[in-house]
Structures are given as C-alpha cells and as structure tokens.
C-alpha cells in the first residue's frame, strides 16, 4: 500500500467515524465514505487492545498486505479499517475471508446506491 492510498490525518479518520457508515465483523469495524480525490484510500486504526507496539505494528503490517490483495484503489469508496482483538486469534485464510467479505459489502452498498441516484435523475 502506497502512501498515497492511505488515510494519514487525524481529522480525516474523525469526520468518516462520524459519519457511522459501517461495516463490521468479528476482526474489523470498516467505516466508508464516497472518494475525495481520484483514487480510493484505506486508513488503519489499531487500538491499544491488541497489545504493545510490537503487536500493534506486525498487524498493521499484516492489514496493509491484506489490504494490497483484496483492495483495487479503484472503489468508489475511502475506508477506515479498524481491527479488533479477534484479529489475533485468526489465520491469515479466515483475515482476508472476512475483509474481502466486508469489502464486498461496501461495494454492493455504493454500486446500490449509485443505481438510485440514476433512477432518480
């Protein structure tokens, strides 16, 4: 994952929260909001719950490679994931399964939703 395909600030990660258009599964919460520039982002969040910084990094490492294989950056959508403690106990078959059904998800929910703005227009 490129840095240019992440969500890095702050205020960012807020406004999307707030917006509480969310996803979950037992490993991750995804929050999605429609892009704000030509190509889609993924922020990750990993709390304190998981463990120490060694921990926090590795999954954050594991997230991003996750990331690379399910995620094409030409979505519709900008994503928040934040990984719960489940995340540790699964193996890298039953992550990415779980990802790539939430993905799936926020797909489904923009491609509807754009179907609705054109019936509408």
Excluded: C, W
Excluded at 50 to 61: M, Q
Excluded at 77 to 82: G, R
């Amino acid at each position: 994952m490129k840095k240019n395909q992440r969500i890095l600030k702050n205020t960012e990660f807020s406004s999307m929260i707030s917006r509480r258009k969310s996803f979950s599964s037992p490993a991750y919460i995804l929050y999605v909001q429609p892009v704000k520039e030509k190509k889609a982002r993924v922020g990750i969040s990993v709390g304190k719950k998981l463990g120490n910084a060694v921990i926090r990094n590795r999954t954050k490492r594991q997230v991003r490679a996750l990331i690379d294989s399910v995620y094409t950056f030409d979505e519709s959508f900008d994503s928040i994931l934040i990984v719960r403690p489940p995340f540790l106990k699964l193996d890298y078959q039953e992550r990415k399964e779980m990802l790539d059904r939430l993905h799936e998800k926020a797909s489904r929910k923009f491609r509807e939703g754009k179907k609705d703005e054109k019936d509408s227009a």
